[in-house]
């Protein structure tokens, strides 16, 4: 028996394309258009922090993590991990970080099995990532800060493997990602000082005071050059990067 090919109706394979390459290929926002940060946002989760609510698991940056996958997982993202993971069992409600719109749910902008993007003021965006189910929030919704707009879930889809929420700050054409911190009112202190993860920053050894702490590492644009391409790296990459 032949296979036989589907073929997509040539107007829905452009608008397909149309929107991967919206999604992917916008032109950036100019940092005078985004707002600068202040504390404004609040933290996804309810709660204190626990080994049995949520830990913050991954940091923002040149983690060591993304160096090892700096060609290939966090390739388009200059080499560094775009978002803050935290650790928490699947189900755990999501909160949005602060008043915003629906602008996605499930969109073109990754991390999945389920995501969900929020608009914000000031030209920025809030994406959630790795949710156990489709979020019943609608585009166009508008939301306030703390209220529920998912369930945090698995990164391989197990709830057992890697159970985390993936949370980035992103100016609204997709392409500028920011370091959360200084736009999240937290204790950033304290919610390093553990996580499931253990994992830490990637020294240069040229350089090795460069971005070794939480609120000390660089925004990154989509597409540019890697970062972190380090002649003397450590700990070396295991098995070399990827």
Same mark, same amino acid.
């Given at each position: 028996?032949?296979?036989?090919?589907?073929?997509?109706?040539?107007?829905?394979?452009?608008?397909?394309?149309?929107?991967?390459?919206?999604?992917?290929?916008?032109?950036?926002?100019?940092?005078? *258009?985004?707002?600068?940060?202040?504390?404004?946002?609040?933290?996804?989760?309810?709660?204190?922090?626990?080994?049995?609510?949520?830990?913050?698991?991954?940091?923002?940056?040149?983690?060591?993590?993304?160096?090892?996958?700096?060609?290939?997982?966090?390739?388009?993202?200059?080499?560094?991990?775009?978002?803050?993971?935290?650790?928490?069992?699947?189900?755990?409600?999501?909160?949005?970080?602060?008043?915003?719109?629906?602008?996605?749910?499930?969109?073109?902008?990754?991390?999945?099995?389920?995501?969900?993007?929020?608009?914000?003021?000031?030209?920025?965006?809030?994406?959630?990532?790795?949710?156990?189910?489709?979020?019943?929030?609608?585009?166009?919704?508008?939301?306030?800060?703390?209220?529920?707009?998912?369930?945090?879930?698995?990164?391989?889809?197990?709830?057992?493997?890697?159970?985390?929420?993936?949370?980035?700050?992103?100016?609204?054409?997709?392409?500028?990602?920011?370091?959360?911190?200084?736009?999240?009112?937290?204790?950033?202190?304290?919610? *390093?000082?553990?996580?499931?993860?253990?994992?830490?920053?990637?020294?240069?050894?040229?350089?090795?005071?460069?971005?070794?702490?939480?609120?000390?590492?660089?925004?990154?644009?989509?597409?540019?050059?890697?970062?972190?391409?380090?002649?003397?790296?450590?700990?070396?990459?295991?098995?070399? *990067?990827?």
């Amino acid at each position: 028996m032949s296979a036989r090919r589907v073929l997509m109706p040539p107007l829905a394979l452009t608008a397909a394309l149309t929107g991967a390459a919206v999604a992917h290929y916008a032109a950036p926002l100019p940092l005078s *258009a985004v707002a600068p940060p202040a504390a404004q946002f609040g933290l996804p989760f309810a709660g204190a922090p626990g080994p049995d609510t949520w830990m913050l698991g991954q940091g923002y940056g040149n983690t060591t993590g993304a160096y090892r996958q700096r060609r290939s997982t966090y390739g388009n993202l200059q080499g560094i991990h775009a978002g803050l993971d935290f650790s928490a069992p699947c189900g755990t409600p999501v909160r949005a970080i602060g008043d915003g719109v629906i602008a996605e749910v499930d969109g073109p902008h990754g991390s999945p099995p389920h995501n969900v993007v929020v608009n914000h003021a000031g030209n920025l965006a809030s994406l959630y990532g790795h949710l156990r189910v489709r979020s019943p929030l609608r585009v166009g919704q508008r939301v306030t800060r703390g209220q529920v707009i998912g369930e945090s879930g698995d990164s391989q889809g197990t709830c057992v493997s890697a159970p985390h929420l993936h949370l980035e700050l992103r100016d609204r054409s997709h392409q500028r990602f920011f370091n959360p911190l200084p736009y999240i009112r937290a204790d950033w202190n304290s919610l *390093a000082l553990a996580g499931s993860f253990g994992r830490g920053y990637e020294y240069d050894l040229t350089r090795p005071r460069r971005w070794q702490t939480p609120d000390d590492q660089p925004a990154a644009l989509r597409g540019g050059p890697l970062l972190n391409e380090y002649r003397q790296p450590w700990p070396p990459a295991a098995g070399g *990067a990827r």
